[in-house]
């Protein structure tokens, strides 16, 4: 099994993080998405990564690939059994992916004033859910989930965009201070990620 995956692309490392938690012993192959090989390009007909090649089974977007690891690897589970919860985990993670993750790309390439937008937005969003990240040690959730993985890789990169978070949102600077500690996201850090934080010390 092959992971084909961008060391600086957060979809990637959403995919990664569920490879630390569940130990998936599995080939990371690091490419660059803007100059993508041979092999994902003739797998994946979107030229696009994160990209899992499972013998002949090739798998792309990553909470499609994430939800396969999950049921292909149950231990840890990282999805609720109950039918409701579960709905509800998908439901923030496409609530997240559709009002966050845009702002993210608009402030990385964006202009100027659309990155000011941006970071504007990203920021009052992520005040404004304070009470969510207030109310469980992990995100609407007391056991680490998919969905911390989907929220995880974007707060990391907040630093690196210029989102300073207001005081108004402190339940969000301790959910990343506790969500990067865990001990999985640490291990799905890739050395261009790690440098995001030490270059901004």
């Given at each position: 099994?092959?992971?084909?995956?961008?060391?600086k692309c957060?979809?990637?490392h959403?995919?990664?993080?569920v490879?630390?938690?569940?130990?998936?012993?599995?080939?990371?192959?690091?490419?660059?998405?803007e100059?993508?090989?041979?092999?994902?390009?003739d797998?994946?007909?979107?030229?696009?990564?994160?990209?899992?090649?499972?013998?002949?089974l090739?798998?792309?977007?990553s909470q499609i690939?994430m939800e396969?690891l999950?049921e292909?690897f149950?231990?840890?589970?990282?999805?609720?059994?109950?039918p409701v919860?579960r709905a509800?985990?998908?439901?923030f993670?496409?609530?997240?992916?559709?009002?966050?993750?845009?702002?993210?790309?608009?402030i990385v390439?964006?202009?100027?004033?659309?990155?000011?937008?941006?970071?504007?937005?990203?920021?009052?969003?992520?005040?404004?859910?304070a009470?969510i990240?207030?109310?469980?040690?992990?995100?609407?959730?007391?056991?680490?989930?998919?969905v911390d993985?989907?929220?995880?890789?974007?707060?990391w990169?907040?630093?690196?965009?210029g989102v300073?978070?207001p005081?108004?949102?402190?339940a969000?600077?301790e959910y990343?201070?506790?969500?990067?500690?865990?001990?999985?996201?640490?291990?799905?850090?890739?050395?261009?990620e790690?440098e995001?934080?030490?270059?901004?010390?």
């Amino acid at each position: 099994m092959t992971l084909f995956s961008d060391p600086k692309c957060p979809y990637c490392h959403r995919v990664r993080m569920v490879l630390a938690e569940k130990r998936i012993n599995i080939h990371v192959d690091d490419v660059d998405a803007e100059d993508l090989p041979a092999e994902v390009l003739d797998a994946n007909p979107y030229a696009a990564v994160p990209t899992l090649v499972d013998r002949d089974l090739v798998l792309y977007e990553s909470q499609i690939i994430m939800e396969y690891l999950d049921e292909r690897f149950p231990h840890p589970p990282l999805l609720p059994v109950d039918p409701v919860a579960r709905a509800n985990a998908r439901l923030f993670m496409y609530r997240v992916d559709r009002d966050w993750y845009p702002l993210l790309y608009q402030i990385v390439r964006g202009d100027a004033d659309t990155a000011a937008k941006a970071r504007d937005g990203l920021r009052a969003g992520l005040a404004e859910s304070a009470p969510i990240f207030r109310a469980k040690p992990f995100f609407m959730s007391d056991e680490f989930s998919l969905v911390d993985c989907v929220v995880a890789p974007l707060l990391w990169r907040l630093p690196m965009l210029g989102v300073d978070l207001p005081s108004s949102a402190v339940a969000v600077t301790e959910y990343s201070t506790r969500i990067f500690e865990w001990p999985s996201f640490r291990r799905s850090l890739s050395e261009a990620e790690r440098e995001m934080v030490s270059n901004l010390a």
